[in-house]
């Protein structure tokens, strides 16, 4: 946090509060200023639910919105509307169809879609979907989640020239629908 000096003149557009206060008068003081957590206000979001129904059929509505394929543009055009962030995911069960075994080519042409259109992108590590190979109410889930997260690009900053965030999501660990309860 830093503090910066700032003056207002009532005659230089400081409100009418500032008029009414200080009739013209300048009002200098210091303002707070804390560094930005995000690159923009708003943030855009790519829905990336890959999770099994009952019935047994994967959903994966990045594949179904086709955002793997234009995720340069879908950031582009977040870009053009003054967005400079975004909430993405990580499809985990394609990350790791072997177990143990990490394949990050789905996530790496979203990441540089990403860092070319110059969005900072959170990446959902797990958003309604795990591998087949994962019981999620078995107690090795949190062990083998957490090499998952660390072996993530994400991981490091020596990966990437700018580090990208990246968060669990416990919605699909605290909710209902890993029991079954949901897409039927």
Known sequence: MTLEPVCESASAGGGAA??????????CGTRTTRPALFRSFFLGGFECSSHRRRDGR????????????????????LSE?????ARDGVRWHRVEAV?????????????RAAETA?????????????PDHLDIFSGPFVEHFARYAAASPGSTSKR????????????????????????A
Not at 18 to 27: K, M, R, T, V
Not at 163 to 176: E, F, K, N
């Open 58 to 77: 994967r959903l994966d509505l990045i594949a179904a919105t086709r955002h793997d394929l234009l995720a340069l543009e879908d950031y582009r055009q």
């Open 118 to 130: 110059g969005i900072q992108v959170v990446w959902d590590l797990c958003h309604y979907g795990w």
């Open 18 to 27: 500032n008029l009414q206060a200080f009739a013209g008068q300048p009002h």
């Open 81 to 85: 509307h003054g967005i400079r962030a």
């Open 99 to 111: 177990p143990g075994y990490y394949d990050w080519s789905p996530v790496l042409p979203m990441l």
């Open 160 to 183: 990437r020239a700018v580090h990208p965030w990246s968060v669990p999501s416990t919605r699909s660990l605290i909710s209902p629908g890993p029991a079954g309860r949901w897409g």
